[in-house]
């Protein structure tokens, strides 16, 4: 997955887990759980769907590289390439 189709792929978790985000308003490196004011729960949610839909295994120890639009593309996009160039 590119970069690109990571962050669309993200905005829309978001959008799914936080009707109503206004993601125009987040930079891609602020906080989007502070600025959307996402709980635990939450993000949790966001996690489990972001897994589901990337198809990625999202450890716990990660979790401080998926909090920023930027940080959750740049995760993503890397660990699928490494998910599609190692077939096993």
Excluded: C, W
């Excluded at 590119?2 to 602020?30: F, M, N």
């Amino acid at each position: 997955m590119t970069r690109d189709e990571a962050l669309e792929t993200i905005k829309a978790v978001l959008e799914e887990v936080v009707p109503g985000a206004d993601l125009s308003s987040v930079s891609p490196h602020e906080n989007f759980r502070t600025l959307l004011e996402m709980d635990s729960l939450d993000f949790l949610n966001f996690i489990e769907v972001l897994s589901s839909r990337t198809g990625l295994s999202l450890p716990e120890q990660d979790y401080p590289s998926l909090t920023t639009l930027a940080g959750s593309a740049d995760y993503v996009a890397a660990h699928t390439r490494d998910t599609e160039e190692d077939p096993s």
